[in-house]
């Protein structure tokens, strides 16, 4: 387990020295930062600070609600005029942002008209302006009528069985699952693109012969997987971070992100699928490493095999329209697109139990059987240098009982 | 105990034979030379040494017994496919290929200065192994064979790229090995380098054994009865001299059955027109009784 372990410590370092490695990680987090100022630069720039004036001939508006709607600061301030004209008069000498004719049949007419030179109101005065105006048309009813009149419905959806609640009046928690669910299938692929090229450096560099003179070559790829998963969980962790800490950079500026919690149940289904659908990549990987002369030749069997992976990316429009469909039932308890299409599932569907544990059994089956062949034929292919191997001499090799035949064509 | 012993060793791949009988053995403080035509079974015979191969039958011990781990972590091998990681740099990785021995990263530190300085590539210790020359990633790869302190050595093709003064390091530091009771096993097809260093060898062709045991005694059995000569003026007719031919600068003479070396050179000696200044057995080189044990067999074969 020492070796196994040294061979991982080597294969992570390796890995977060490289340049690209810091690119994959830092690039999202620059992206984030760069579009939060951008946001943030936008918003303040919009946001205006003057107070907003009405005209309310009906006297519709009453000031006395402002003193219930929060913190003062916050508020946006409003200034009462007598006419029009006074009010267009303070708009055009720059003391309001904006002001609102408010019709004295506004009963009937359910309509504010806002007047402003050149500029809209800002964002928070127009949600400012109209939580004035509920506040005020609530204001004669009992408190208690009155704040839950304000609040509104929260529609929450639950499943009959209770597994699942879904509080549809927040898109962000509704499709962070949705999001979740690619990036997990995006970390287990990098791992894959990772493992490719290094079991192929093995080859490429001619260090195979010499190394497994000192470990197994099983150690060795046990090695090199266990490193190289930690280096994508690391990416990911990075993101994650990056994620969350840009919620909570974000969540003063947007009201969605305020009840955004860590959807507990996503991430148990994540770790459950993640170690078998690496399991599962490192496999068919380390086969093409085996079979492949080099990372190039290896890289463009991978790329098509990577279509397996993502198909349910493919298909992600069809889970808007019918996320039970027979045809990502399918891909659920496929193997290779179970993680993607379990996780993306999840933001529109309840999935079944039964399909659930079927397909993490498939799954778990496939990835042993998987890296059981990928074994043998990494056993077959390492010192073929140069020289590539037929996928049916590797399956022909899988019939014998020690892979004696192919060992080594050029010995 | 032999550091190795090989005992009738056969493997195939598929339709072909690529060793048919491979028996011998290597002792402790002998540089063992390994030797045969290209294909003749020679890496396959290491790789079987090495438990890379399964032999289809025979018997392999290494160290005395069977390749396990702590017995891989006391051999040191440089296969003839051979390279280092390109893209790391040189110290961390010698550095991590010895800790993979079993050396403690501290220990193989301390282990790695000297033979850097030694090898005079302790001011490329930082650099990527790709942005070194052929000769020095050559002598990176006799460090990593070597680092870990091995019992047993096995080296194919050392002296390739590497120039004069450097085969001649390298040179010096397998006779030390042997002088410290390592065994190393040298795979090469330059003879002279066999002549100069190895103790014994085993040569092997179409898959088996054919020609065995110590160099000396190889080339006196080989030796046919003939004599070398050097020196000048005139070489007149000699009792018991068949034939007289020049050769690398002297003379080889046939002698007839029956005359003895001594008997020639009293005769030299008692010439006053030939001034003797050599004289010599003249035994064949391991080059030629290479070629003639090889194509001798070849033609037997056909």
Redesign the interface.
């Known amino acids: 387990m020492r070796?196994v372990l040294?061979?991982a410590r080597?294969a992570y370092l390796?890995e977060v020295r490289r340049k690209s490695f810091l690119v994959a990680a830092l690039a999202p987090i620059g992206l984030v930062v760069l579009t939060a100022l951008l946001v943030v630069f936008v918003t303040q720039q919009g946001a205006s600070k003057l107070p907003l004036g009405y005209v309310d001939p009906g006297g519709l508006l009453k000031p006395a609600v402002l003193s219930t709607m929060g913190d003062a600061d916050e508020l946006t301030a409003f200034r009462a005029y007598e006419s029009e004209e006074q009010a267009r008069a303070a708009l055009e000498v720059g003391d309001i942002q904006a002001y609102y004719l408010v019709p004295a049949d506004f009963g009937t007419a359910l309509t504010l008209k806002a007047c402003f030179l050149e500029k809209w109101p800002s964002d928070r005065a127009r949600s400012d302006m109209n939580r004035f105006l509920r506040a005020s048309l609530l204001a004669d009813l009992d408190p208690a009528v009155r704040q839950r009149a304000a609040e509104g419905i929260t529609l929450t959806l639950r499943t009959s069985d209770g597994r699942r609640s879904m509080d549809m009046s927040n898109p962000v928690a509704f499709m962070l699952p949705f999001l979740s669910g690619i990036l997990f299938v995006i970390t287990v692929m990098m791992s894959a693109g990772y493992l490719l090229q290094a079991v192929t450096?093995e080859k490429e560099?001619?260090?195979m012969?010499?190394?497994?003179?000192?470990?197994s070559p099983e150690q060795l790829i046990s090695g090199k997987a266990l490193g190289l998963v930690g280096v994508s969980l690391t990416e990911l962790g990075i993101w994650l971070v990056t994620i969350v800490v840009g919620i909570l950079i974000a969540r003063p500026f947007v009201a969605e992100l305020r009840n955004v919690g860590v959807p507990w149940d996503l991430v148990g289904i994540a770790a459950l699928y993640f170690l078998p659908s690496f399991v599962l990549v490192a496999g068919i990987m380390i086969t093409i490493g085996g079979l492949a002369p080099d990372y190039r030749q290896g890289q463009q069997v991978a790329g098509s095999l990577n279509l397996l992976f993502v198909a349910p990316l493919l298909v992600s429009t069809l889970l808007f329209i019918n996320p039970d469909s027979p045809v990502l039932v399918a891909m659920t308890l496929f193997p290779t697109t179970a993680f993607a299409m379990v996780t993306m599932r999840w933001s529109f569907t309840v999935v079944p139990i039964w399909q659930l544990v079927l397909s993490w059994s498939l799954l778990v089956a496939t990835a042993t059987a998987a890296v059981l062949f990928a074994a043998r034929v990494f056993r077959l292919g390492m010192?073929r240098?140069g020289q590539p191997m037929s996928l049916a001499k590797a399956v022909s090799a899988l019939r014998t009982r020690?892979p004696?035949?192919?060992?080594?064509?050029h010995? | 105990m032999s550091s190795v012993t090989v005992s009738h060793v056969a493997?195939s791949?598929?339709q072909v034979q690529?060793v048919r009988d491979v028996s011998f053995s290597v002792e402790p403080g002998e540089i063992f030379g390994l030797l045969g035509p290209n294909g003749a079974?020679k890496?396959?015979t290491i790789?079987m040494m090495?438990?890379?191969?399964?032999p289809?039958r025979g018997e392999i011990s290494v160290l005395g017994g069977r390749l396990d781990e702590p017995r891989?972590?006391r051999?040191g091998?440089?296969?003839e496919?051979?390279?280092?990681?390109?893209d790391?740099k040189l110290e961390p990785t010698l550095i991590?290929?010895a800790?993979?021995?079993g050396v403690p990263e501290s220990v193989a530190r301390q282990r790695l200065e000297v033979w850097l300085k030694r090898f005079d590539l302790w001011d490329h210790r930082a650099k990527k192994v790709e942005a070194l020359s052929k000769g020095m990633q050559q002598k990176a790869q006799v460090i990593?064979t070597l680092l870990h302190e091995p019992d047993l050595i096995v080296i194919d093709e050392p002296f390739s790229a590497l120039d004069p003064i450097n085969t001649r390091l390298i040179q010096e530091v397998i006779e030390e090995q042997r002088a410290a009771g390592k065994a190393v096993i040298m795979s090469t097809h330059v003879m002279h380098q066999v002549e100069e260093l190895c103790n014994r060898i085993v040569l092997i062709d179409k898959g088996s054994t054919v020609l065995y045991g110590e160099v000396r005694e190889i080339k006196r059995n080989a030796a046919g009865n003939a004599v070398r000569v050097e020196g000048y003026g005139e070489l007149g007719a000699l009792h018991g001299v068949l034939d007289t031919r020049p050769r690398n600068g002297g003379w080889q003479m046939t002698l007839a059955p029956g005359t003895a070396p001594q008997d020639v050179l009293r005769q030299l000696a008692a010439t006053d027109t030939f001034h003797v200044q050599r004289f010599e057995i003249a035994e064949p080189s391991l080059d030629d009784i290479f070629v003639a044990v090889v194509q001798g067999k070849e033609t037997a074969d056909a």
């Open positions: 070796r040294l061979i080597q390796h450096a560099n001619r260090t012969e010499m190394v497994i003179t000192s470990v010192l240098y020690r004696r035949s192919e060992e080594a064509r010995a | 493997k791949f598929g690529a079974g890496t396959t790789r090495m438990d890379i191969f399964k289809d891989k972590d051999i091998y440089m296969p496919e051979r390279g280092l990681y390109r790391l991590y290929l800790t993979l021995k990593a």
